[in-house]
């Protein structure tokens, strides 16, 4: 039977990016600390993503030659989130980013080559492993005396007046009550709860889901029961990319070989969107498509562009799995998925056209993603076509919080002793997605959860 300790200092929920990130950072600053996490391991929609992070002004930027600075990053956030996002949670990312990334590197992890993505106007999206990040910080976390236990759900958060003081945590058949003197939820969304997502996001009920085994929306309903406000359910959206049925190679990460140069055509063999868009536009796009999925569909010359070690632009593992398929032909490849081969051949040529100046593009297509990379024709065999839909791999939208992570209540007043960061946080995505805010927000506001729950645990304890 898994014994607890009677109290700690700071309890985390959770063991994703940011419920790591928050341990970490509460045991750096001298607090005994207790990371629970439900699941048999921890990684939680951490390991199932691509693994990029959103930072701006690094070193691996400035290798490249990209120019980039905190005030592009913000300016982008807030326009690829319709100026409806937080300010003042924005402004916390981009002053706390760079340290951030600078922290995380002090303890081993490392970045590859940046790639431009959704809502980017210069390249910053920075893969890393995102298994190998989790146990670097849990090791050093453990260096400084942090326990994580697996296995082990919160239950209920305990109140006594109006301070959260203790966690009720079911471990088999047995609840033992930890007392804390902060408390850090750090459990992700609930794309894997269709109750939730009914609830919230009817629009979703075709998409695929997905996301960690464990984002079933515990934290919010802990934090829910005890008032707090949810912000941000009507911009739940779902992610373009994804096979569409069951397949043994589909992790769950989809590919976006439209911000290499792919085209997106549905059943019909037609355009239906401009590709350039934001992933969680050109979801809803598709999923309003006859069928609910649709192709996309690229050349050997955006095969150049493969990358194989980000999952979303490793396009010639696609083909290599059998989940692209192949064919020497336009006519050939209309064939093999179904669509008329004269529509495709004048979608690809209309297309061509545009790129060549002949035509405007009808959808206003100018470059590949966020501004950045440049089109290219579609004309050079063998030709490719990736069956592709929406999924819900996360919900991006959940709890108000204040740029310390504290958590408020319907009212907007903090819930004293209650902090939280990652998915299962609101307010700061807003209408849209910037690719690699995800990630870099459950490492930026779990740190900086982490650190603010600690300073509050030791002001309590010295009162």
Not at 88 to 105: I, N
Not at 187 to 211: C, I, K
Not at 251 to 268: F, M, S
Request: glycine share 12%; net charge negative.
């Amino acid at each position: 039977m898994t014994t607890f300790p009677r109290r700690v200092d700071v309890l985390v929920i959770g063991a994703g990016l940011a419920g790591c990130a928050a341990a970490l950072a509460a045991a750096e600053a001298g607090c005994s600390v207790l990371q629970i996490e439900k699941e048999p391991h921890s990684g939680g929609s951490t390991v199932l993503s691509a693994g990029l992070s959103a930072f701006a002004g690094t070193p691996e930027q400035q290798r490249q030659g990209i120019t980039d600075s905190a005030e592009l990053l913000r300016s982008d956030i807030l326009e690829t989130g319709l100026h409806v996002s937080d300010p003042a949670l924005v402004d916390a990312y981009c002053r706390e980013q760079l340290a951030t990334y600078e922290w995380f590197r002090s303890y081993g992890v490392r970045y590859g080559t940046v790639h431009a993505a959704s809502g980017q106007s210069v390249p910053r999206s920075h893969p890393s492993d995102t298994r190998r990040t989790l146990d670097l910080l849990i090791a050093a976390a453990a260096e400084r005396g942090a326990r994580l236990v697996t296995g082990a759900a919160a239950h209920r958060l305990i109140r006594v007046g109006e301070r959260v003081v203790a966690v009720d945590v079911r471990a088999g058949d047995t609840v033992s009550r930890v007392e804390a003197g902060a408390v850090v939820i750090a459990t992700g969304g609930f794309s894997q709860n269709p109750q939730l997502l009914e609830r919230f996001a009817p629009q979703m009920n075709h998409a695929v889901r997905a996301g960690g085994a464990g984002s079933t929306g515990d934290g919010l309903l802990l934090a829910w029961q005890l008032g707090a406000g949810v912000i941000d359910t009507p911009h739940i959206k779902a992610t373009y990319g994804i096979y569409p049925w069951p397949h043994e190679h589909e992790y769950g990460t989809g590919v976006l070989a439209v911000y290499k140069g792919a085209i997106a055509v549905n059943q019909a063999g037609r355009r239906f969107t401009d590709e350039s868009l934001p992933y969680k536009v050109l979801g809803d796009a598709s999923l309003a498509q006859n069928g609910g999925h649709t192709w996309q569909v690229w050349d050997a010359d955006v095969m150049e562009r493969s990358v194989d070690d980000v999952p979303i632009y490793d396009l010639a593992g696609r083909a290599a799995t059998g989940l692209a398929v192949r064919a020497e032909t336009l006519d050939e490849l209309a064939r093999l998925i179904g669509v008329p081969a004269a529509e495709l051949t004048t979608t690809i040529d209309q297309y061509n056209a545009a790129i060549d100046g002949d035509t405007a593009d009808e959808f206003g297509r100018v470059h590949l993603s966020g501004g950045v990379g440049n089109r290219c024709r579609i004309a050079r065999a063998p030709f490719f076509a990736h069956a592709s839909t929406a999924v819900v791999l996360a919900t991006y939208c959940g709890l108000t919080v204040t740029p310390d992570s504290a958590v408020l209540d319907v009212f907007g007043d903090p819930i004293l002793g209650l902090y939280a960061a990652g998915e299962v946080t609101g307010g700061f995505h807003g209408g849209g997605y910037m690719t690699g805010t995800s990630i870099g927000k459950a490492g930026i506001f779990g740190r900086i959860a982490g650190a603010t729950a600690a300073a509050a645990a030791l002001t309590e304890a010295a009162a």
